[in-house]
């Protein structure tokens, strides 16, 4: 049995994991359907994520209607878990995009044009 994932920064995971994270899933739909494991009476699309790998069945009945939850496969190393008591917290959804924004410049210590937290006679307004 594989040792649960460890868990990192957001940096240290692939960077197609850091951008699917921060900002979703690139979906490349396949064309036709899929038969589901139990229902002859229900069938799925498959979309593959071009980013990361990841695969999604959407279940759908002849009217069109949604069926149960999406069944997802996710490349190795993309999920993380809880389970183990001793790993640190789990990135939150804005842990990833903070690290992605940061990685394309957008800093929050990133220079300011004006105000440094002391007054200024010059943008003083009268
Ligand atoms: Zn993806």
Same mark, same amino acid.
């Given at each position: 049995m594989p040792k649960d994932v460890e868990i990192q /920064?957001? =940096? !240290?995971?692939p960077k197609m994991f850091e951008e699917c994270r921060a900002r979703g899933h690139q979906w490349h739909h396949f064309p036709g359907l899929v038969d589901h494991p139990t229902y002859y009476t229900v069938k799925g699309t498959m979309s593959e994520c071009v980013g990361c790998g990841a695969e999604v069945t959407r279940w759908m009945l002849s009217t069109g209607r949604p069926f149960g939850s999406p069944t997802m496969k996710y490349p190795v190393g993309y999920l993380l878990s !809880? =389970?183990? /008591?001793?790993?640190p917290e789990l990135p939150t959804r804005n842990d990833w995009r903070r690290s992605y924004i940061h990685s394309l410049g957008?800093?929050?210590d990133a220079p300011k =044009? =004006? $105000?440094? $937290?002391r007054a200024s006679s010059r943008n003083a307004v009268a």
């Open positions: /920064p957001p =940096k !240290r995971y !809880r =389970k183990d /008591p001793q790993t957008f800093r929050e =044009k =004006k $105000g440094n $937290g």
